[in-house]
T-cell receptor, first 113, second 118 residues
Framework: DTGVSQDPRHKITKRGQNVTFRCDPISEHNRLYWYRQTLGQGPEFLTYFQNEAQLEKSRLLSDRFSAERPKGSFSTLEIQRTEQGDSAMYLC???????????FGPGTRLTVL | AQKITQTQPGMFVQEKEAVTLDCTYDTSDPSYGLFWYKQPSSGEMIFLIYQGSYDQQNATEGRYSLNFQKARKSANLVISASQLGDSAMYFCAMREGRAQGGSEKLVFGKGTKLTVNP
């Protein structure tokens, strides 16, 4: 399967713990996006990478959140000192520069107790 | 102000009938793209169809067509011959102009839950 993959698919953690999610985009896709989706809402943009450079961050991305894409391939999203409000589905998408479509992964569902 | 508005929280349709899911958008950018995604209960976002703001004809992809009315700023999704497997959440999204260096992030509506009845 050459689609976007995300790991883990589900994560349950206690408030105050740190969590890290991984996204593997489609091979050769230079653009990578992170979105967050809460219950009953559409996905909301968090951050964007072009190759290894993080070029845009949403105001939603507080200083507890950090994202990396060290070699322009996979990306990680870390949330420090998780809060109950961080409970959501975290979606990763990738695209090739001139393509219209963003391909989404299956998401990581985070539950903060 | 919301950039993408989907006014139908839920829609029901009989199997084999057609259904229209509404989407209106707000932008002052002359160059933009409109997308529809399907999200089954498994959570993955599945791309359905794309319409560019300069496209002269309405986009079609199999049973999906996009009724693009630029003056009204609407981009409704039409699903013909509904199938049970079409039951899912449907999201309309917009990507604003491809300004140089822009992220081309998508802005999504709140979605419409479609239920196809046998």
């Amino acid at each position: 399967d050459t689609g976007v993959s995300q790991d883990p698919r589900h994560k349950i953690t206690k408030r105050g713990q740190n969590v890290t999610f991984r996204c593997d985009p489609i091979s050769e896709h230079n653009r990578l996006y992170w979105y967050r989706q809460t219950l009953g809402q559409g996905p909301e943009f968090l951050t964007y990478f072009q190759n290894e450079a993080q070029l845009e961050k949403s105001r939603l991305l507080s200083d507890r959140f950090s994202a990396e894409r060290p070699k322009g391939s996979f990306s990680t999203l870390e949330i420090q000192r998780t809060e109950q409000g961080d409970s959501a589905m975290y979606l990763c998408a990738s695209s090739l520069g001139v393509a219209n479509e963003q391909f989404f992964g299956p998401g990581t569902r985070l539950t903060v107790l | 102000a919301q950039k993408i508005t989907q006014t139908q929280p839920g829609m029901f349709v009989q199997e084999k009938e057609a259904v229209t899911l509404d989407c209106t958008y707000d932008t002052s950018d002359p160059s933009y793209g409109l997308f529809w995604y399907k999200q089954p209960s498994s959570g993955e976002m599945i791309f359905l169809i794309y319409q560019g703001s300069y496209d002269q004809q309405n986009a079609t992809e199999g049973r999906y067509s996009l009724n693009f009315q630029k003056a009204r700023k609407s981009a409704n999704l039409v699903i013909s011959a509904s199938q049970l497997g079409d039951s899912a959440m449907y999201f309309c999204a917009m990507r604003e102009g491809r300004a140089q260096g822009g992220s081309e992030k998508l802005v999504f509506g709140k979605g419409t839950k479609l239920t196809v009845n046998p």
